[in-house]
């Protein structure tokens, strides 16, 4: 078996699909994408191409390896997330010549379903309180928010009291017993994550999700001593070096590493192993489309320390079109008392529907991240 052609489709509302044909009819699917950067993946997928035309596309350690080792300049976000929707793909391709799930070529199933959260918050948020009760009435055991507007490094009472008082309402809304995730989004500089942190405390929260970015990660051994909840962190990492060092100061209790961005499957496999040797729990990355979340489930049958999963459907980035517009078999993706089964199909289980992604990626997109400033006129993260 031989690769022949790689094509990539930029579609709405923000996401990068790759098909990977080969001479024996047997193709796969890919989500190779960064928010945001969506061309600039699609870019160095056609560079990466060049190599995969004409290999065996069932050699994916191989491949893997010579993808991000042959370059002289290698990781970060569009170089791994291009590798990442390549690697998918591959592993689809293989799954569906041996008439097999991703996950029976990983070695199995430690479950056949696992638990979702619903998104509830926008950017700013709003009526959140009215969103969780929606979901929890959909069936969702756990929601995440957003907590905060921009913050400065220093900022005044009025704001931390705003995060407060709407996740109090969330908290009121739903009852003792349904998790809630608070994202801080790297919104928060370590001085105020510090007083959010001891705050949100009487909340009994599910996690907080990035109380610093990454890039302050050492700001997390200050901030553990504070949290009485678990801290997630790893959608900006992108390997299993970064993650390396965040498991290694031992500060984070969740990892949640985004197989379109982390390499694929295979990488983020071993950063799944890495952190259950840790006893870190895993709750992968996935605001994404059909094929992302498809990839993310087979990671989930098997790694024994994954305990929930995001998914995007209904999330507000999704305005031109959802997460099952692009399937055929919509209802692999069902969801039941919170929870959604792992794909059984072959490969990634999923069916893409390559006539609507064409028409589609006819119109693509140009999503970009928002742009925040504070009162003064700076910058501020969003």
């Known amino acids: 078996m031989k690769i022949t052609r790689l094509t990539t489709f930029i579609v709405p509302p923000r996401w990068c699909f790759l098909k990977i044909e080969t001479d024996e009819g047997i193709d796969g699917w890919g989500e190779p994408v960064l928010e945001g950067r969506a061309h600039t993946v699609f870019a160095m997928v056609d560079e990466l191409a060049d190599y995969l035309i004409g290999k065996d596309p069932r ?9 991000y080792r042959a370059g002289f300049y290698r990781g970060g976000g569009i170089h791994m997330s291009a590798l990442a929707g390549i690697d998918q793909a591959l592993w689809d391709i293989k799954g569906k010549a041996l008439g097999v799930s991703v996950s029976d070529l990983l070695g199995g199933q430690v479950r056949d379903r696992i638990r979702v959260y619903s998104w509830i918050g926008g950017d700013r948020p709003a009526d959140t309180a009215a969103a969780a009760q929606a979901a929890v009435a959909r069936g969702f055991t756990a929601v995440k928010m957003n907590g905060t507007e921009e913050l400065q490094f220093i900022d005044s009472h009025d704001k931390v009291e705003r995060c407060l008082a709407n996740v109090a309402a969330v908290r009121e809304a739903v009852g ?5 995730g ?18 949100l405390a009487p909340y009994n929260l599910m996690f907080v999700e990035e109380p610093v970015l990454s890039e302050q990660h050492e700001a997390l051994k200050e901030l553990a001593h504070v949290a009485t909840m678990p801290i997630a962190l790893g959608e900006r990492l992108y390997s299993r070096w970064d993650f390396k060092r965040i498991l290694s100061e031992g500060y984070v209790d969740i990892v949640q590493p985004d197989p379109s961005h982390a390499g694929g499957i295979t990488e983020t496999r ?7 040797a840790y006893d870190v729990a895993l709750a992968l990355h996935c605001p994404l489309g059909p094929i992302a979340l498809a990839a993310n489930l087979q990671i989930d049958a098997g790694c024994y320390n994954a305990f929930i999963q995001e998914q995007s459907l209904g999330i507000h980035y999704n305005q031109a079109n959802d997460l099952l517009d692009y399937v055929n078999n919509r209802e692999v993706f069902a969801y039941e008392d919170g929870m959604v089964k792992i794909p059984t199909g072959p490969g990634l289980g999923i069916e893409v529907n390559e006539a609507y992604v064409r028409e589609r990626a006819a119109e693509g997109h140009r999503w970009r991240n928002p742009v925040w400033r504070h009162k003064d006129g700076s910058f501020a993260e969003w």
């Open 270 to 276: 071993k950063i799944a192993a890495m952190a259950e």
């Open 182 to 199: 608070v994202d801080f989004h790297g919104r928060v500089h370590k001085p105020m994550a510090k007083v959010l942190l001891r705050e």
């Open 176 to 180: 003792p017993n349904v998790g809630i």
């Open 59 to 67: 050699q994916i350690e191989d491949h893997w390896t010579v993808m």
